[in-house]
């Protein structure tokens, strides 16, 4: 890896964008997504990181995972979360033992707060949209870490100015610098150009180290690879020999003229000391040729926890379940229900649980200092009881202040196990479904025109499962008529009420003896062609005799009386 400095043009630049393209694997099939991520972030330690991860175009849902590669090339999932629209509504977040936490941020990015080197790996984003597909990118993450003063240890021993090859005259060295420092020495402010250490006699000194980097504390992970590498100041190179101590005997592992040594996928029975021995016998007498060091392999056995995958609980009831983990280092549990922390127990304690207490309870156990050594257990806590319901109007108004005609979706919310199924007095209810947010929560939903029937009855919905039912009534109050009803309503009554006067009034004339034409004899002008003619003595003239004389009953009385009176 190159220095900070040398990549200083590069932080400063734009960052470039990667643009993962994965076509659905239907065949025939066109959608795609792509994705928006940096492929390389480079940080100092201690600043906090954000790694982006964003699908472009638009999309009303995606899930999306984010994944750490470790040396292996085998992925942990550090997070997942469901995102519908630009809105997180739900997420999982696993940290993987590491100290703080991961994080996620309202747009599905992935946070780690103070950057530390174990952090320098590669991060997968992993983003699922359904029909369109599925994609993925990797971000580079690159920590910087300015190292520690350097610390300069002489050389004790007498030195000899009449001696013609290079000699020790001190040691500089610096810690926890990313990437490795370069050391330089300086005399009188002038840089030194530093031999190579390199006894041209017998050998002095040994060093022997861990190759690998280790975690902390000379801990290195079960199943990593382990690289011992041992160096002598002698020269020609000696021969090494590597070896284990087991009850105070040396147990030889290689011997060989590399000064390495290798052991592939460390088990926790390989936990203890190893040494290097240089074999050079004409080193001085008082040369330590052999060094030690101790190796310990981190481990975590998988959990057990005191319960099945699935508890089932009534409303109310109470218990308790434990999670046990075994482990080198001793490792922390923590309890954690839907990503939200529930304390640092083995023992998880549950009381009168309510709906609210359903869902994902996971333990998770971890090293603080041990990166990437995690383990997790969940199970899922159902809780039974008769159906919790909520109602909802969309455009909501007071009772008595609705009109007839008007429109109003009506939802009705509920929850409970074993899961409830929703039913309205009123035709055309949608199906029961989850609702958005999860919890437990399943809807549905009702659209209709409010009606003056509707003011006395109201519009029922009802939650029902094998436990019980719960039901809620709408009420709209007084429904007023609209404003273009009533007037068409006024003109109908008075056309109405003009018809029936009509018909009353022809009807009565009508029933004067049969004779229809009674009405027009109270005018003044002549009779009508056929009616009978007076005299002007007021008597009928003789042709009309018989027919005014032909009763002599109702028509002589009526006779007396005036048409006016008649109409």
Excluded at 152 to 167: C, E, H, I, R
Aim: glycine share 10%; hydrophobic share 35%.
């Amino acid at each position: 890896m190159e220095p900070p400095d040398a990549r200083a043009g590069a932080r400063g630049a734009p960052l470039l964008l990667v643009l993962a393209l994965l076509l659905e694997a239907h065949p025939g099939s066109k959608a795609e997504v792509r994705l928006s991520v940096p492929p390389l972030v480079e940080v100092m330690r201690g600043e906090s990181v954000t790694l982006d991860c964003s699908p472009l175009g638009t999309h009303d849902y995606f899930m999306l995972e984010w994944f750490l590669v470790d040396r292996s090339w085998a992925r942990h999932r550090l997070a997942w979360a469901e995102l519908h629209g630009s809105k997180l509504w739900d997420k999982d977040l696993s940290s993987q033992g590491r100290s703080p936490p991961y994080q996620l941020d309202s747009r599905g990015r992935l946070v780690l707060p103070e950057a530390q080197v174990g952090d320098e790996r590669d991060y997968v984003c992993v983003v699922k949209t359904g029909a369109a597909g599925i994609a993925e990118a990797t971000a580079r993450l690159s920590v910087f870490a300015k190292p520690e003063a350097p610390e300069v240890s002489p050389n004790k021993g007498t030195l000899s100015v009449m001696d013609d090859f290079a000699q020790e005259i001190a040691t500089c060295s610096s810690r926890n610098g990313n990437p490795a420092p370069k050391i330089m020495w300086y005399r009188n402010g002038q840089p030194l150009a530093v031999p190579l250490e390199v006894n041209s006699d017998p050998t002095e000194s040994v060093l022997f180290w861990l190759g690998s980097q280790s975690i902390a504390e000379g801990w290195v992970r079960e199943g990593d690879s382990v690289q011992l590498l041992c160096q002598g100041d002698g020269s020609p190179s000696p021969e090494y020999t590597f070896f284990r101590l087991q009850d105070k005997q040396e147990d030889v592992l290689k011997t060989s003229l590399e000064g390495n040594l290798t052991l592939e996928r460390v088990q926790r029975n390989q936990s203890g000391t190893y040494g290097c021995r240089v074999e050079d016998y004409d080193a001085p007498e008082d040369a330590d040729l052999s060094k030690t060091l101790d190796l310990r392999v981190a481990y975590l056995d998988s959990l057990e926890l005191s319960t099945g995958e699935e508890l089932s609980l009534s409303l109310s009831n109470s218990t308790t379940v434990t999670c046990s983990a075994r482990g080198l280092p001793t490792p922390i549990l923590h309890w954690t229900k839907d990503s939200a922390p529930m304390g640092e127990d083995p023992t998880l304690s549950l009381h009168s649980v309510t709906f609210d207490s359903a869902g994902t309870y996971t333990c998770e156990a971890y090293m603080p200092n041990i990166p990437l050594l995690s383990r997790t257990r969940s199970f899922r806590l159902l809780v039974q009881g008769t159906p919790e319901l909520k109602a909802k109007e969309t455009q909501p108004k007071a009772e008595g202040s609705w009109t007839e005609g008007d429109k109003v979706t009506l939802i009705c919310y509920a929850r409970g196990y074993p899961e409830p199924k929703l039913t309205w007095s009123q035709l055309g209810g949608s199906p029961t479904e989850p609702a958005p947010g999860g919890q437990g929560w399943v809807s549905s939903s009702l659209t209709l025109k409010v009606t003056s029937a509707l003011s006395q009855d109201g519009v029922s919905c009802e939650a029902s499962n094998p436990l019980g039912n719960t039901h809620h009534v709408f009420h709209f109050g007084t429904v007023a008529p609209q404003t273009s009803q009533a007037g068409v309503a006024v003109m109908a009554v008075a056309i109405s009420v003009g018809l029936l006067l009509l018909v009353v009034a022809v009807f009565y004339c009508m029933r004067r003896k049969g004779r229809p034409g009674c009405c027009r004899r109270s005018e003044k002008g002549p009779p009508p062609p056929g009616e009978p003619k007076l005299s002007h003595s007021g008597k009928e003239q003789p042709e009309q005799t018989g027919l005014l004389m032909g009763s002599t009953s109702g028509g002589a009385k009526h006779g007396s009386r005036g048409f006016g009176d008649e109409c």
